[in-house]
């Protein structure tokens, strides 16, 4: 079960790396029909970390916390990616969906690997859910880091190595969170929260195009990926 749990990990971060490489791969020049391209895959990643929130973090939070613990985890949740955020902005950083990304990796692994040792279901709905959001959010926090100083190989090896960051935390959730339900329950929370502020501040301002109504769609098509492995694995 432990090499499952590794393996299913790992996949779900090497997700963003291939989503690097399309982003790499893309370079057409920006053409309206490249933006509503772009513009689409933001706002679909944004409907698949939405339906995370709805049916795999917050229910399981719902099921091991009190309603008043799990809406303050879920407001420091918001809090804590605002305060990064606001961070970023003064530091004038051009890392911040990579930045994004991670926090919400990092959090949803930690779950993952605590969740493989009671429901290990649950876990590849999860680990379904995490690579979902990374493909996306990997092609786009490549393109933002397209005017820093990072060469091209050194970005793409970066995005490489982030797909062990998944079964390091998975292993730590596994082996330190899965006897502490609790615990396991309040990441998911905070995790929600913070992901709900991001699908607002930074994801669905950037999926909107004037006169242009195939980006939003996206957004639904994302949530209805979500809903499909909630129905097939759940």
Not at 27 to 42: I, R, T
Not at 88 to 103: D, E, F, G, V
Not at 217 to 227: D, E, S, T, Y
Request: charged letters at 10%.
């Amino acid at each position: 079960m432990i090499l499952n749990m590794i393996a299913l990990t790992w996949l779900a971060g090497f997700t963003a790396f291939l989503g690097a490489l399309l982003a790499k791969w893309e370079g057409s020049a920006e053409s309206a029909n490249k933006q509503k391209l772009v513009h689409g895959v933001v706002a679909i990643g944004g409907g698949i970390l939405l339906s995370a929130v709805m049916f795999a973090l917050l229910p399981e939070a719902n099921n091991n916390l009190p309603v008043w613990a799990v809406a303050l985890a879920f407001m420091a949740g918001g809090v804590l990616f605002c305060l990064v955020d606001q961070w970023l902005a003064k530091q004038a950083s051009q890392a911040s969906q990579l930045l994004a990304m991670l926090l919400d990796f990092i959090p949803e692994a930690l779950s993952l690997g605590a969740m493989f040792a009671i429901k290990p279901e649950f876990g590849m709905l999860l680990a379904l859910f995490i690579g979902l959001q990374n493909l996306p959010e990997g092609f786009n926090a490549f393109r933002e880091l397209q005017g820093s100083k990072l060469s091209e190989k050194k970005r793409l090896v970066g995005f490489f190595l982030v797909a062990f960051i998944g079964p390091l935390a998975a292993l730590t959730g596994h082996w330190v969170l899965a006897d502490y339900t609790e615990a396991t329950a309040v990441i998911m929370a905070t995790a929600s929260g913070g992901i709900l502020y991001l699908i607002f501040q930074d994801i669905a301002p950037q999926s909107t195009m004037p006169r242009y109504w195939t980006p939003p769609l996206g957004a639904v098509f994302g949530f209805i990926i979500g809903l499909l492995g909630n129905q097939l694995l759940g």
